[in-house]
């Protein structure tokens, strides 16, 4: 899913009066939180965060876990800067549960970096 994927499906969601600009920082927010937390914790790819800003790039979680991660994100964004709580508490839960789902596939599926070695 690239950045204008996930925009423009919130947008036919729920139309809002935020621009795209700010859709992209929390994007680039919650993709920052995703390589420190989750991808960079383990061996393979790692990618350095940019601000995205053409809305072409990828995001870094990928189907079957994307959709309900950066789109409920979105909303529970859009939904708390509106002061709606029960719809905010409604989007942030499925965006949890998602984000608990992708981590913990991803830590099923990827080796952790050695932090060291051991000795007794």
Known sequence: ??????????DAL?????????KMAWLTQLDGQISNEVIATHEGRVRKIF????????LLVEAP???????NYLLAQIHNSNGESRR?????????NAYKMFTSWYNR???PVSRGTWRI
């Open 65 to 71: 876990y994307d959709h309900d991660i950066y789109v």
């Open 88 to 96: 905010y508490q409604s989007a942030a839960a499925i965006y949890n």
């Open 51 to 58: 601000p995205y800003e053409d809305g072409d790039e990828e």
């Open 14 to 22: 729920e139309p809002n009066q935020y621009d795209t600009g700010q």
């Open 109 to 111: 599926t990827h080796m």
């Open 1 to 10: 899913m690239t950045v204008m994927e996930a925009i423009e499906a919130v």
